[in-house]
């Protein structure tokens, strides 16, 4: 049975930085491309940013790039998102993501999601 479990969300101000990591269970972790997504209030899902197997190649969304950065550790089974000069309209839940397949993009179909953790950045 795939877990995902996100930790790391809370309040900060605009301006501040929140560091997100997703420790992955019941799967073959470095061979799992990974990805983080959110939803705010009212709004469809969203693609934030997403990883290869191997961390050698990463892909953002053009809200994120400069500011968040995605990274992993396979061996311990995590993925993380730094996230830095945070923005009000980056208030969201956030998801992390697990692909059967080694390679995946935003536009990619994701096999497993966490419950996500909540992110709220005040102005």
């Known amino acids: 049975q795939v877990q995902l479990a996100e930790s790391g969300g809370g309040l900060v101000q605009a301006g501040g930085s929140l560091r997100l990591s997703c420790a992955a269970s019941g799967l073959t972790f470095s061979n799992s491309a990974m990805g983080w997504f959110r939803q705010a209030p009212g709004k469809e899902r969203e693609f934030v940013a997403a990883?290869?197997?191997?961390?050698?190649?990463?892909g953002y969304a053009e809200s994120v790039k400069g500011r968040f950065t995605i990274s992993r550790d396979n061996t311990k089974n995590t993925v993380n998102l730094q996230m830095n000069s945070l923005k009000p309209e980056d208030t969201a839940v956030y998801y992390c993501a697990a692909s059967k397949f080694r390679y995946a993009s935003s536009r990619s179909p994701f096999d497993y999601w966490g419950q996500g953790t909540q992110v709220t950045v005040s102005s």
């Open positions: 990883i290869t197997w191997s961390g050698g190649s990463t």
